[in-house]
């Protein structure tokens, strides 16, 4: 099993940046693919970028390509979210999860964090 917790998020003017990160317990983290999603209020969760078990893979949202980055270090059992030149519309709490299928799809992630919120004024 694998627990992991998100941690970075906060208050950033529009065009800004943060970088979340997200520590995952257990011995078996190089064995899951990561992903990050996030939900606005009033809105349901969306997928934003997963990252494969090598780090040698990653697959972005529409909304987050050229402006988020996803990666894993996998010596320290973490996964990243860079987030770069945010907007308004980027306010949500952001979720990182871990799932051995681990696509697109929320269903297809087994262990989900309790999420960090970013706020991007204007």
């Known amino acids: 099993q694998v627990q992991v917790a998100e941690s970075g998020g906060g208050l950033v003017q529009a065009g800004g940046s943060l970088r979340l990160s997200c520590a995952a317990s257990?011995?078996?983290?190089?064995?899951?693919?990561l992903g990050w999603f996030r939900q606005a209020p009033g809105k349901e969760r969306e997928f934003v970028a997963t990252?494969?078990?090598?780090?040698?893979?990653?697959y972005y949202a529409d909304s987050a390509k050229g402006r988020f980055t996803i990666s894993r270090d996998n010596a320290k059992n973490t996964v990243y979210l860079q987030l770069t030149s945010l907007r308004p519309e980027d306010t949500a709490v952001y979720y990182c999860?871990?799932?051995?299928?681990?696509?697109?799809?929320?269903?297809?992630?087994?262990?989900w964090g309790q999420g960090t919120q970013v706020t991007v004024s204007s």
């Open positions: 257990g011995r078996t983290f190089s064995s899951y693919n």
């Open positions: 999860a871990a799932g051995r299928l681990g696509k697109t799809y929320a269903r297809t992630y087994d262990y």
């Open positions: 990252i494969s078990r090598s780090g040698g893979s990653t």
